[in-house]
């Protein structure tokens, strides 16, 4: 079953722009993480945000993690084109087996020269 | 480091035959995962091994899956008979560690078309 719902689904920005997109969960977690894949290729690890962690920054990328909410963003500044592609949100369940990450749809960013 | 190999990376077979997809992981990674990514969806887990232990196939449709990691290091992962929704992106991932908080590393995947 898949926990995480990502928002959008797709997503179509001018570069320099700002992207951001969201994720929501329905059960308690160790932590959350993103993931990039450009088309053809495999997933790629982002950045790891703990429960008990409100906020990360990794270069160009701003997570924050609301866990009353159960929502997660990812804030890509300044977007290039060869941020084109989609991004997953898997969260690792709290007691859930371990290491058995759940990914979302994803949500498709197109980032246009 | 050397990524997570695996082979072949396009494969097309008609439903009722037999596949099998190879994987490598980074070498010393004792976890070692098999992932199902339909078209348009994030991955789902099919099995997780530890060492050459199985460490959670809740999701492995057994009556046509199976995979085995022998040694501890190579997997491979068989479907046989496939059936068309077995359409897919077969990715493997491996970590240095078990548990969450070790991120994934993927390889580039096996993409399954049965006619």
């Known amino acids: 079953s898949q926990q995480g719902e990502e928002d959008p689904q797709a997503l179509s920005i001018q570069e320099g722009e700002n992207a951001t997109m969201n994720c929501s969960y329905k059960t308690s977690i160790n932590n959350l993480q993103w993931y990039r894949q450009n088309s053809g290729r495999g997933l790629v690890h982002l950045i790891l945000i703990r429960s008990n962690e409100r906020e990360k920054h990794s270069g160009r990328l701003r997570v924050t993690l609301d866990t009353s909410k159960k929502s997660s963003s990812l804030l890509i500044t300044a977007s290039r084109a060869a941020d084109t592609a989609s991004y997953f949100c898997a969260t690792a369940p709290y007691g859930g087996s371990q290491g058995n990450l759940i990914f979302g749809k994803g949500t498709k960013l197109s980032v246009k020269p | 480091e050397a990524g997570v190999a695996q082979s072949p990376r396009y494969k097309i077979i008609e439903k009722r035959q037999s596949v099998a997809f190879w994987c490598n992981p980074i070498s010393g990674h004792a976890t070692l995962y098999w992932y199902q990514q339909i078209l348009g969806q994030g991955p789902k887990l099919l099995i997780q091994?530890?060492?050459?232990?199985?460490?959670?196939d809740s999701q492995l449709p057994k009556d046509r899956f199976s995979a085995e990691r022998l040694k501890g290091v190579d997997s491979t992962l068989k479907i046989q008979p496939a059936k068309l929704e077995d359409s897919a992106v077969y990715l493997c991932?491996?970590?240095?560690?078990?548990?969450?908080?070790?991120?994934?590393?993927f390889g580039n995947g096996t993409r399954l078309t049965v006619t």
């Open positions: 091994f530890q060492n050459n232990g199985v460490v959670d």
């Open positions: 991932a491996s970590s240095p560690l078990r548990g969450p908080w070790s991120p994934l590393h």
